[in-house]
């Protein structure tokens, strides 16, 4: 797991930056109901896709929350007076304050099932009835373009995803969570090459994989071997799925 206080800095210009942080807020906002008025962001992060959806809708009042300083830190400058500090596992908030609610790009970071049904309980807990909770789902998979990178990387051991399609759908429904619509984006600037793949294989960012160890190091090696060592691939394509509380 990265540390994300040590990462927030540059975390940005490392996800795509604005023109991803554009293309999520267009296709969360496309499933929030126009007349929502209170609106939370769930892991809000650097905010960049917070301060974008507060703006995109001048009536609707936004909060984020963070349980990494670091995060909440950069946040909190883009969306002054609306940042949280707080673990989303027990959200600081009373039963039914939102209209809606967002988390980006958290589920699959979290340690296990008991920690993705925590955190859809908590997002359903605080919606009003009749709101809506958005979220991205399968991350991982959304990477895999069909490219030589990934016919490479096809072997390795992989992490039970967290966030997969059908696990939240199950989860949000045993919440009183009704399936409300779907939405894709893409995820610009974020297309792999050889060359950033291995570097990101020497940071630790696939998970199964130590960074120095003997199989992370041959997968380097076929990496090395492929051509165009700097053209990026595809971009992923990421999945939003959207559920209505019942009520």
């Not at 942080?21 to 126009?34: E, Q, S, T, Y």
């Not at 936004?62 to 990494?68: A, C, R």
């Not at 790009?105 to 309980?121: S, T």
């Not at 967290?162 to 409300?180: H, N």
Request: proline residues 8%; charged residues 25%; hydrophobic residues 45%.
């Amino acid at each position: 797991m990265l540390d994300y206080d040590k990462e927030a800095d540059a975390y940005d210009a490392s996800r795509g930056g604005e023109p991803r942080a554009a293309a999520a807020a267009d296709a969360v906002l496309g499933l929030v109901p126009v007349g929502a008025r209170r609106l939370l962001d769930v892991a809000c992060g650097t905010g960049i896709v917070t301060r974008r959806l507060a703006a995109a809708r001048p009536g609707l009042r936004v909060t984020g929350v963070d349980l990494t300083y670091g995060m909440a830190r950069l946040a909190a400058a883009r969306v002054p007076g609306a940042i949280v500090l707080a673990d989303s596992r027990r959200l600081p908030f009373p039963d039914g304050a939102f209209d809606a609610v967002t988390s980006v790009w958290l589920l699959h970071l979290l340690d296990g099932p008991g920690d993705v049904r925590a955190v859809v309980a908590e997002c359903a807990r605080v919606l009003r009835p009749g709101g809506v909770y958005v979220t991205t789902v399968d991350k991982a998979a959304a990477h895999d373009v069909g490219s030589d990178i990934d016919a490479v990387l096809a072997p390795r051991p992989r992490r039970p995803a967290q966030d997969a399609a059908g696990t939240v759908t199950s989860y949000a429904v045993d919440c009183g969570l009704d399936p409300a619509g779907r939405a894709h984006f893409q995820g610009f600037g974020q297309g792999r090459s050889p060359r950033s793949t291995v570097a990101d294989l020497r940071r630790g960012w696939f998970t199964r994989l130590p960074p120095g160890g003997p199989l992370a190091e041959r997968f380097a090696a076929r990496l090395q071997a492929l051509p165009e060592q700097d053209r990026p691939r595809a971009d992923p394509v990421f999945t939003v799925l959207a559920f209505r509380k019942a009520g």
